[in-house]
């Protein structure tokens, strides 16, 4: 709660006017509900000391009063005091409550409002069941008492759906209203929940997923996945918040990731969040009233301290702020960031912990330079087709001279899928050789790992090739910490193709992304 209060605090100062509290997920309820006391007697604590051991060690709930119990929530009391501490500073709290998934935690001590009726079985809530909307309508009641907002969250987001699709009771519900499939049964479950809402003088909000199957009447949405959610809501007549992940997702590494605390599988620097431009005129007179404002998410899954989530929230944060409140012609991020370094700086006399931007490492310095060798502009044959989901710049891109840059994202890394990855460099004559090298990531929350070995051969003919190296990987498949890795052979030699064969590491579902083949 203190917490809580301080980054309000700081809120004020710098005009951010809404907090909003995801106060519900599969990893914890945390949030008082007088009627449904195990909520807070179970789902709020778990046998494990954090995210990662909960998500990867079964997902299990346990007793407030067992000895390996960690966790916690707010009393209704907590609740009240930080609404009143809020609106003293002008500050609206939003609260959201998770619907129908990320719902593991409630399943768990009220089984019956699955789709399996079992524990731990199903994360999403049956649509099928009444109960399921007993259930929600009386926690919200509870929560629309504690909270004066205009608008309630309900998540909405990635529910997984595949328990619906085998549930005799959700059948029936589909058969009764006439719906088409399971996206069309998500959408009667938030349109029910949003005419309950309104019957209370509320609106409802949820994340761009609520799109799926037909959006509520009078629903607003939060566009997390991009901006196409959001926008598209504006242009339906709907309210819309702008949160795009790539500006607004305060859980991604903001600096260099071999040094920084392990973060998200993604990249987000000050520059590139104050860079945004929720509302551009361009999207027309009709849509861009209907855009309210833009947020930024912080997500703690990797966020274990309140030391750490200050880190990731500040400065960032300033910021989306001045996103909100600025004209796009009136920002100049050169006199952005010396404010900001001042900011930081009072904020580190005052005892909170933000990102020490005036230290930070910035862009990766390999992708700085354009790089001219024996491969720049040579043709790639791509005896492995890369992913169409992380296609770079095409099939130009391992020898454009561009490295790329931390996030395997920057449309420099290039990626492949559940494979060996070969690749052959035609130098267009033979000429000598003294370097071949190739760099790789690893980002293990991103199911990025390094190839087990790339094997390096050159041939004349593209058909008889000398082997020179195969490099081994020396990185644990479970290092945390993204990190990257040239794989190289040095020495003399003379051809005309150069082959690369990188080695998958055998985990289901793995990736391997590389950016540049240099040849020297």
Not at 99 to 127: Q, R, W
Not at 287 to 298: D, E, H, S, W, Y
Not at 406 to 428: F, S
Not at 454 to 481: C, G, M, W
């Amino acid at each position: 709660k203190e917490f809580v209060e301080r980054q309000l605090d700081l809120m004020a100062r710098y005009k951010l006017n809404r907090f909003h509290w995801h106060l519900t997920d599969g990893a914890g309820w945390r949030i008082e509900i007088k009627k449904y006391p195990a909520l807070t007697d179970i789902a709020a604590w778990r046998p494990y000391p954090d995210w990662e051991g909960w998500n990867f060690g079964g997902k299990r709930c346990c007793h407030r009063d067992d000895p390996a119990a960690a966790g916690g929530y707010y009393t209704q009391d907590d609740i009240r005091e930080v609404v009143e501490y809020a609106r003293a500073l002008h500050i609206e709290v939003i609260p959201e409550i998770e619907m129908p998934g990320h719902s593991e935690e409630v399943l768990a001590v009220y089984p019956e409002l699955s789709c399996s009726g079992k524990p731990y079985t199903n994360s999403d809530f049956c649509i099928g069941n009444e109960q399921t909307f007993e259930f929600l309508e009386s926690v919200l009641s509870e929560v629309i008492g504690l909270f004066p907002s205009e608008y309630i969250h309900i998540g909405g987001d990635e529910a997984s759906k595949w328990g619906w699709r085998t549930c005799p009771e959700c059948a029936a519900r589909m058969r009764r209203e006439g719906l088409q499939d399971v996206d069309e049964l998500q959408s009667y479950l938030v349109h029910r929940i949003g005419t309950f809402l309104a019957a209370k003088g509320r609106r409802l909000l949820g994340w761009d997923e609520i799109l799926q199957g037909g959006l509520a009447p009078g629903a607003t949405v939060m566009s997390c996945r991009g901006t196409e959610g959001g926008i598209a809501a504006a242009r339906a007549g709907h309210r819309a918040v702008m949160a795009p992940s790539n500006y607004c997702y305060l859980d991604f590494c903001q600096d260099d990731p071999t040094r920084e605390p392990v973060a998200a599988a993604a990249f987000l620097t000050l520059a590139q969040a104050y860079s945004y431009d929720p509302a551009p005129d361009s999207l027309g007179a009709d849509v861009v009233p209907m855009i309210l404002g833009v947020q930024g998410n912080l997500w703690c899954e990797h966020v274990p301290t309140a030391e750490h989530a200050e880190h990731m929230i500040w400065p960032r944060l300033l910021a989306i702020a001045e996103v909100g409140w600025s004209a796009p012609e009136r920002k100049d991020y050169d006199d952005f960031h010396a404010r900001v370094l001042d900011a930081v700086a009072w904020m580190q006399q005052r005892g909170y912990h933000p990102f020490d931007q005036k230290n930070a490492v910035g862009p990766r310095p390999e992708s700085l330079d354009t790089l001219h060798c024996l491969s720049t502009g040579r043709q790639v044959v791509y005896r492995t087709p890369y992913s169409p989901k992380y296609p770079a710049a095409g099939d130009a891109s391992l020898t454009d001279g561009l490295c790329g840059g931390w996030n395997y994202g920057d449309r420099r890394w290039q990626g492949w899928l559940d494979t060996d990855v070969e690749l052959v460099v035609d130098l267009g004559e033979r000429q000598p050789v003294k370097r071949i090298a190739a760099c790789f990531m690893q980002g293990f929350y991103a199911d990025i790992w390094m190839p087990r070995a790339v094997e390096i051969s050159v041939s004349d003919d593209d058909r008889h090739y000398t082997p020179l190296a195969a490099v081994e990987n020396d990185i644990p498949f479970e290092y945390k910490q993204d990190c990257y890795r040239e794989f190289g052979w040095s020495g003399q030699t003379a051809a005309r193709y150069v082959r690369l064969k990188a080695l998958h590491n055998g985990h289901p579902g793995g990736w391997i992304f590389t950016d540049e083949i240099i040849v020297e």
